[in-house]
């Protein structure tokens, strides 16, 4: 099983990205999907949550501003990304959380510049 991650890229300050990270080959049983962020020199960190059933978790940081969804039929989950703020800048890892593991995806970059 791979996460592949796309929709990064260099947005203004009060910009928008929309990130998606699909799995490919088989994989079942997905209890959470959830992005990560980790800007450089800093930890990794939860930006979003959202269960099986939908309930969604947001750092404080980023409430009312980004928006996790998920497609259980495609495997995929989604970041939509408002009002991007330079503090936003990281590189974005998706992850997967089965009953039996957790999968990573690749990561991709988000730079907000002016």
């Known amino acids: 099983v791979q996460l592949q991650a796309s929709g990064g890229g260099l947005v203004h300050p009060g910009g928008s990205l929309r990130l998606s990270c699909a799995a490919s080959g088989s994989i079942f049983s997905i209890v959470n999907m959830a992005w990560y962020r980790q800007a450089p020199g800093k930890q990794r960190d939860l930006v979003a949550v959202?269960?099986?059933?939908?309930?969604?978790n947001y750092r404080d940081s980023v409430k009312g501003r980004f928006t996790i969804s998920r497609d259980n039929a495609e495997n995929t989950v989604y970041l939509q990304m408002n009002a991007l703020k330079p503090e936003d800048t990281a590189v974005y890892y998706c992850?997967?959380?089965?009953?039996?593991?957790?999968?990573w995806g690749q990561g991709t970059q988000v730079t907000v510049s002016s």
């Open positions: 992850q997967f959380t089965t009953i039996w593991r957790s999968y």
């Open positions: 959202i269960t099986s059933g939908g309930t969604t």
